[in-house]
């Protein structure tokens, strides 16, 4: 069963504009959430985290807000930069890592 | 530093032959992981090493055996490859690992393989 979806296969987004990839996950019993950002022939890079006891966390350009309530979280990137296409997982983790399928982003200059 | 290594990069094995996926990290992690990645999917935990002389099942253990060697080294090993396990494999090492929660994990660059 997969407990960690990305709805969206794909995100298109103009330079300079916010992305937002979202995801969501049917286990009450994660804690904590991390996004990962991946190249193409790379392995992933972790991007941002957020513990449960939080709905949102900070980095530059990169928020994660967390919905409980709604078993959801989203990635915002503003703004938006050609560099930061590339395939975006979401993962949950309490005993062990789940990860969503990925969300393709292409910004285009 | 060269993070997390995995060799080879890529494979070719006929069905019902063996290998071993290394990886090496050179971060003194005390924790390890294999995850697979097929196309339409995302990572799948394999096993898991939370330090050095354990290890522990992942999401999708079957068909695969590991050996924690050293705080360093993670092998992976398939003893008799099948079709089913053509997919690209990562390996990922951590610092922190405990109160049963996975943290931020640092990723090697992945082996390709295929079973035909």
């Known amino acids: 069963d997969q407990q960690v979806k990305q709805n969206s296969p794909s995100l298109s987004v103009q330079e300079g504009r916010i992305s937002i990839l979202n995801c969501d996950y049917t286990n009450s019993m994660f804690d904590y959430f991390l996004w990962y950002k991946k190249y193409p022939a790379e392995g992933p890079t972790f991007l941002i985290s957020i513990s449960s006891i939080k709905d949102k966390n900070e980095d530059g350009r990169f928020t994660v807000f967390l919905n409980k309530s709604a078993k959801h979280l989203s990635l915002h990137i503003v703004p938006s930069q050609p560099g930061d296409s590339a395939v975006y997982f979401c993962?949950?983790?309490?005993?062990?890592?789940?990860f969503g399928a990925g969300t393709r982003l292409t910004v285009k200059p | 530093n060269a993070g997390v290594t995995q060799t080879p990069k890529f494979q070719v094995l006929k069905t019902g032959q063996s290998m071993t996926l290394q990886c090496a990290q050179d971060?003194?992690?005390?924790?390890m992981y294999w995850y697979r990645q097929d196309p339409g999917m995302g990572l799948r935990l394999i096993y898991y090493?939370?330090?050095?002389?354990?290890?522990d099942k992942g999401e999708v253990p079957n068909g695969y055996n590991v050996s924690r060697l050293n705080k360093r080294e993670f092998s992976l090993r398939l003893e008799s490859a099948a079709p089913s396990q053509t997919s690209v494999y990562f390996c990922?090492?951590?610092?922190?690992f405990g109160q049963g929660l996975f943290y931020e994990q640092y990723f090697g660059p992945g082996t390709r393989l295929t079973v035909t």
């Open positions: 990922a090492s951590s610092e922190l």
């Open positions: 090493s939370a330090s050095e002389g354990t290890t």
């Open positions: 971060m003194n992690h005390n924790s």
């Open positions: 993962a949950a983790s309490r005993n062990d890592m789940r």
